[in-house]
């Protein structure tokens, strides 16, 4: 499978998990820390919910490059990053059809931007998580290798 035209980024596998895993850590405490209410802990329970009903249509034979966790991981450092560094905005006509966690990483951009960019400032390429392409991390093993 070829991933090539959205896989914008020079990083590895590897290096793209760790990116994903370092912001991921950054976020929880941004967002889990503000009120009784673990914010992002709960963002990414939802993301890991859905990316296992979306992982669930993948036929036995075909090999995942991803786990369960590490693509909910993915989705949510990927939504709140393209929320905070765009002007896109969920639409609410396209509730029925798309990841519902897209309007809770909304939610938290619009009320807590300044916290999580406080948390990413020591981390220079955050942006380079927009490159990262979900297709390629699903299709190649941590080595890089292409599964399909």
């Not at 967002?31 to 993948?58: M, R």
């Given at each position: ?36 209410t ?5 963002y990414?329970?939802?993301?890991v ?33 393209e929320?905070?560094?765009?002007d ?27 916290k ?5 400032k ?6 380079e ?20």
């Amino acid at each position: 499978m070829q991933c090539k035209d959205t896989h914008k980024t020079n990083l590895s596998k590897k290096e793209c998990l760790e990116l994903i895993k370092k912001i991921d850590c950054r976020l929880t405490c941004a967002l889990d820390n503000i009120s009784w209410t673990a914010y992002y802990t709960n963002y990414l329970k939802d993301n890991v919910k859905e990316e296992k009903s979306h992982q669930g249509f993948k036929p036995d034979n075909i090999k995942n490059g991803l786990t369960v966790k590490e693509g909910g991981m993915f989705f949510s450092v990927y939504q709140i990053i393209e929320y905070l560094e765009t002007d896109k905005k969920p639409m609410l006509d396209s509730y029925l059809y798309c990841r519902k966690s897209i309007y809770m990483a909304y939610s938290l951009v619009a009320q807590y931007k300044e916290k999580i960019l406080e948390q990413l400032k020591d981390i220079p390429n955050y942006k380079e998580v927009l490159n990262i392409d979900y297709c390629y991390l699903t299709s190649h093993d941590n080595k890089g290798r292409e599964l399909y």
